[in-house]
């Protein structure tokens, strides 16, 4: 009892801490399931025929990657790999822009590492 009395305000910022710390890690992985349940919307309505609410959520998705991971984008390119043909230009279908859109970007970010570690390894 005299040792909770004494390290009353220790204890309660480690009580604070962990909970705070625990609501970061719920949030990011709410946001990373929100992403990828937004991913998998926009491939039902794309195959279901509904062409207007899914270039509505292909913008959408164009729009948060500069906020996604590049696993996130590796996992976009992935799925929507699986259902195109990727030898065969399909520019109308909205499936095959985003699959392009995800590897060019993909792409980007690698060209960008690559310039900045050539950048760090001659200084």
Not at 12 to 38: D, I, K, M, P
Not at 56 to 79: G, M, N
Request: with cysteine.
């Amino acid at each position: 009892m005299r040792f909770l009395r004494r390290n009353i305000y220790p204890l309660l910022f480690c009580a604070v801490l962990l909970l705070s710390s625990l609501l970061v890690v719920r949030q990011y992985l709410a946001n990373l399931s929100a992403h990828t349940e937004l991913r998998e919307d926009f491939i039902a309505l794309n195959e279901k025929g509904h062409t207007k609410m899914a270039e509505h959520l292909y913008q959408v998705l164009i729009i948060t990657f500069p906020k996604l991971s590049d696993s996130a984008l590796w996992e976009d390119a992935h799925r929507t790999g699986m259902l195109i043909d990727k030898k065969t230009p399909e520019p109308q279908n909205l499936i095959w822009k985003y699959h392009f859109t995800v590897r060019n970007e993909l792409a980007r970010r690698a060209e960008r590492r690559v310039a900045r570690l050539v950048q760090q390894s001659e200084q």
